[in-house]
């Protein structure tokens, strides 16, 4: 799996950009400066809020449903992840991003890679560089952990473990809850959800993000607009807000963090699936004065084999099918290439 991502980005390799250590700037750099800020549109601050489900709500459903039609991203509560294992992987993302730059350099992703710290993949599509680092985790962690804290890598190893094996048993639930307001209830529906219908076999990402402290948030970005790859992501956001959506007739819109809650966004893949039902969402990191951000966007697709193309049964004479079939790797390749166009490329 891990061998299959970095095919993904074999063909186009990240350019080597030089790290720096963000707490030794008291200056907005040039370089750093988003005069425009490259919007689709100018911002305008909206009264809508994003959806807010709980989970034990016997209307959930429902409430996803509606969410993933209009908005393509709502916030959950009652999701069973429990308190403290959301602290301790916070805790690991705060000392990961804290290690001096030279520490961190020791796990940085190869150019063609998909595992280790860097720049957001993004980057070489702006002309701007965006105010964050991120670790991207695909597979087991092990050995870039044992670079960054060789004493007790072992410990960061077991957070992040058990946070993905939660993290994949969470998707899998969130994925009948948006399959099932669509129709799609049987597990003959989805053959590669499996013998017990639990996605044992889907491929995930793990990306930890840090967005520091900014001398000028007004003109910087922490991470640019787009959609993610996936068919659904989980995101877990520290208490400093930044993260923003962009909705058709209201603009940006902040997705405050709501204590114990996680964001959910409907993936480019689920669009796919969805038959253009569900709407992959637009959103973007923006940065703060005084207090850093910490996010770990959960980011989830299906196997490494396996095709997504509009589903059978939201397709008819009236409903032709609006996209091909095509593998996560496949379009991880396309949107490598062709960035927030990757969708209409597959197009039919
Ligand atoms: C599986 C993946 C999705 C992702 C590229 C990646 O290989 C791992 C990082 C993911 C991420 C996170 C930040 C935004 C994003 C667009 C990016 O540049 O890297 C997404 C990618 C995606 O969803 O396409
Ligand atoms: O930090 C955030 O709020 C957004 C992160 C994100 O969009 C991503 O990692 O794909
Ligand atoms: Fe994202």
């Not at 911002?43 to 429902?62: G, H, I, M, R, Y």
Request: glycine share 6%.
């Amino acid at each position: 799996m891990p061998s299959r991502f970095s095919d993904a980005f074999r063909a186009h390799p990240q350019q080597q950009l030089k790290h720096p250590d963000f707490t030794s700037l008291h200056e907005l750099p040039d370089s750093y400066a988003w005069n425009q800020r490259d919007d689709p549109s100018p911002e305008t601050f909206a009264t809508e809020s994003v959806p807010l489900v709980d989970l034990n709500d016997p209307n959930a459903l429902q409430g996803i449903g509606h969410a993933c039609k209009t908005w393509g991203i709502f916030q959950v509560t009652n999701h069973g992840i429990s308190t403290s294992l959301l602290d301790m992987v916070e805790h690991t993302c705060r000392s990961l991003f804290s290690l001096p730059v030279h520490q961190k350099l020791k796990a940085a992703r190869s150019p063609d890679g998909v595992s280790g710290y860097g720049f957001a993949r993004i980057s070489s599509f702006f002309s701007k560089l965006m105010w964050s680092e991120g670790f991207t985790i695909v597979g087991p962690p092990d050995e870039h952990f044992r670079q960054l804290w060789p004493q007790d890598f072992s410990y960061h190893c077991d957070v992040i473990k058990e946070y993905k094996e939660e993290m994949k048993k969470l998707a899998g639930r969130l994925m009948w809850l948006m399959l099932g307001s669509l129709g799609i209830i049987a597990k003959e529906d989805i053959k590669w959800a499996g013998p017990k219908t639990d996605f044992k076999e889907a491929s995930a990402a793990l990306q930890l993000n840090y967005y520091p402290a900014c001398p000028d948030p007004d003109r910087a970005m922490g991470l640019a607009p787009h959609t993610d790859s996936t068919l659904l992501t989980i995101l877990y956001q520290n208490s400093t807000s930044g993260l923003q959506v962009f909705k058709e007739g209201a603009g940006w819109v902040a997705v405050p963090p709501v204590p114990g809650g996680l964001v959910i966004n409907v993936g480019d893949l689920m669009h796919i699936l969805s038959n253009g039902s569900y709407q992959s969402v637009l959103h973007r990191a923006m940065v703060n004065r005084s207090h850093h951000r910490l996010s770990s966007a959960y980011l989830y697709g299906p196997p490494s084999t396996v095709e997504i193309s509009p589903h059978p049964k939201l397709v008819g004479p009236t409903h032709p099918p609006l996209y091909r079939p095509v593998t996560w790797n496949e379009y991880l390749h396309t949107k490598a290439k062709h960035f927030n166009k990757a969708l209409s490329s597959v197009r039919v």
